[in-house]
């Protein structure tokens, strides 16, 4: 570590600002404004002769002998500094052993350079901390991208126009909170670490807890806990829960991810429709969005299209009667490997994902998907043109293609649900790993009864994607997984 010739320059550096006493890394430094402040008021302290008092990281150096100009950068905006040897003193020597990337504070007052700059005129500075590793020069390439996955500071210290996105990331789940405050939400805490993981289809993250000498998950989802809580009496609640699986990576996968689950009482999936227009018209401001060159609005009210419909919209023929058998080999003929525990229901989803979900472009929601593979929700109600299909009340939101959530008419019917685990359970044992598992003390909690319940899971980060016009699920999260 630190074995780099420019290494070595820049801890020579160090060690002879040491010894003129200079302390590189003092405990604080006072700042009067951002440097965003200053210039939205350059006039006002100009006229006034204010001294202000900055601070932010090196990011430009240009020597001209007896005068250097100079450019930080906070994390609100940058400036142009203005060092004269006869202003600053014998400090203007110190100089020579700042480099790029030093954090420095500076005192002393605002002019317009004949250029039309808003600069600094330096009468004092500080050296705040010195930067042992020179900054890259360039960023371009495949494997630049990969880098600014993995060294994040990197990317927001070189491409500081990429914080703007996290900035609206923090914006967009901070209006979210307001909305759902508004409209009498309750926001709650669930455990991470589970006993018996539950809520969703997915392989979890398995700890060990060593004072209870047992194994415990990372919660997949939070929905079993969720509707307890309606059980004991919240009319609805939501969470915005970090959930963990242990799944494959990809522009819209990350193990670790971010995930809004909200449940309503007395409320079903018909409801929870309208609060996602209603919070896509907030989170939109009424407005289009752009996503990958494609303009998207979300007028209501969204498509509805059913999940039957889509896929003989996009396949071309009836597939709620056909045999098992003829699934299979239509998903075969499509690329789609059909292993030993694909049951029916997963067949069709696979069909689904493959042939339909990328053509659903505007905002769409897909409704009323088969019974097995929806364990949590009820069964649809009869409608004037069923054909006799095994239904439940659910639906998934669907934007440019991309899966943002899914919803339920939640089932409440302790009996029912039970029937439905064993259902699971015998997926498992065909070598279904993901298939969900039976939790007794979530039934324990529907037999003491649970009042019809409408509930909603948005996934935060595709959410942020779409809004920020990013192409991947890791531009879009601070620290991605990455492979080693």
Not at 434 to 453: K, W
Request: net charge negative; with cysteine; aromatic share 10%.
């Amino acid at each position: 570590m630190f074995e780099s010739e420019q290494e070595k320059i820049r801890i020579d550096k160090l060690n002879k600002l040491k010894a003129q006493g200079i302390v590189p890394y003092p405990y604080k430094f006072e700042i009067s404004h951002p440097i965003s402040t200053v210039r939205a008021n350059s006039a006002d302290l100009i006229s006034g002769q204010s001294e202000v008092q900055i601070a932010g990281r090196l990011i430009g150096i240009r020597k001209h002998g007896k005068a250097t100009f100079a450019d930080i950068r906070d994390s609100s905006d940058k400036m142009q500094l203005y060092f004269k040897s006869n202003v600053v003193g014998d400090k203007y020597e110190l100089l020579e052993l700042l480099d790029i990337g030093d954090f420095i504070g500076v005192k002393g007052t605002v002019f317009v350079t004949h250029m039309g700059e808003v600069t600094i005129l330096v009468q004092g500075f500080t050296l705040l901390s010195k930067s042992l590793h020179p900054l890259p020069e360039k960023w371009h390439g495949l494997q630049e991208v990969e880098l600014r996955y993995r060294k994040r500071w990197l990317d927001l210290i070189m491409n500081p126009d990429i914080k703007l996105d996290f900035i609206r990331r923090s914006k967009l789940i901070s209006t979210m909170r307001t909305f759902l405050d508004s409209k009498g939400f309750i926001e709650v805490e669930t455990p991470v670490l589970q006993p018996i993981y539950g809520g969703a289809f997915a392989t979890p993250f398995k700890s060990y807890y060593k004072s209870l000498d047992r194994d415990f998950y990372l919660r997949i989802s939070d929905e079993l806990y969720l509707k307890q809580l309606i059980v004991g009496g919240f009319d609805k609640v939501y969470e915005f829960c970090k959930d963990f699986r242990n799944e494959g990576m990809d522009r819209l996968h990350n193990p670790e991810f971010t995930q809004l689950e909200l449940y309503q009482a007395y409320a079903d999936y018909e409801d929870m429709m309208l609060l996602v227009e209603d919070l896509f018209d907030v989170l939109s401001d009424g407005k289009e969005i752009e996503y990958q060159g494609t303009k998207i609005s979300f007028k209501r009210p969204w498509r509805r299209l059913a999940f039957f419909d889509g896929l003989k919209e996009y396949v071309g023929e009836e597939l709620s009667d056909k045999e098992d058998a003829d699934l299979v080999k239509l998903a075969e003929s499509k690329g789609i490997t059909v292993t030993r525990d694909y049951y029916r229901g997963k067949i069709l989803a696979c069909l689904f994902d493959v042939l339909v979900q990328p053509y659903l472009i505007e905002p769409t929601f897909v409704i009323d998907y088969p019974k097995d593979i929806s364990p949590l929700a009820k069964e649809r109600r009869q409608r004037t043109e069923d054909r006799g299909q095994n239904l439940v009340e659910r639906f998934e939101p669907f934007i440019c293609g991309i899966e943002i959530g899914n919803s339920f008419s939640e089932l409440n019917d302790p009996l029912e649900q039970v029937a439905r685990f064993k259902l699971q359970g015998e997926a498992r044992e065909k070598g279904d790993i993901e298939a969900q598992v039976l939790d007794e003390g979530f039934i324990e909690s529907l037999a003491h009864g649970m009042p019809p319940t409408g509930g909603l899971g948005l996934g935060i980060d595709r959410i942020v994607m779409l809004f920020t016009n990013s192409h991947s699920i890791k531009d879009v999260l601070l620290f991605p997984q990455m492979r080693i």
